[in-house]
């Protein structure tokens, strides 16, 4: 089990910036998937962007070009940059984790095994 742990979450105006971590605790895998999904209330579990243990991303259509993600494989650190945040970017954002590389899709939430905390993201207008 991987433990996973995120930070960086808060509040910010329409056109601000973010950065999200999230800490990966535990086992050790020598190839793994971790990603980023959010889920605003009343609303489905969102995949936003993952990253594999070669470096691989993948990034869905809803925040191309805004935000990018990044690892500090050393640290065991995933990142996620956010700019130009809208009012619609607001949701609780999770990290998860699971063994194995990208293919040529993100996963959905249920084929992560691990999950963090989740952080909350609020942009205002």
């Known amino acids: 089990q991987v433990l996973l742990v995120e930070s960086g979450g808060g509040s910010v105006q329409a056109g601000g910036s973010l950065r999200l971590s999230c800490a990966a605790i535990?086992?050790?895998?020598?190839?793994?998937?971790m990603a980023w999904f959010r889920q605003a209330p009343g609303k489905e579990r969102e995949g936003l962007a993952a990253?594999?243990?070669?470096?691989?991303?993948l990034f869905a259509d809803s925040v191309k070009g805004r935000f990018t993600i990044s690892q500090d494989n050393a640290k065991r650190t995933l990142y996620l940059q956010m700019n130009s945040l809208k009012p619609e970017d607001t949701a609780t954002y999770y990290c998860?984790?699971?063994?194995?590389?990208?293919?040529?899709?993100?996963?959905?939430?249920?084929?992560?095994?691990?999950w963090g905390q989740g952080t909350q993201v609020t942009v205002s207008s």
């Open positions: 998860a984790f699971r063994p194995g590389r990208l293919t040529s899709r993100l996963y959905t939430s249920n084929e992560y095994n691990d």
């Open positions: 535990g086992r050790f895998y020598l190839s793994y998937t």
């Open positions: 990253a594999d243990s070669d470096g691989r991303t």
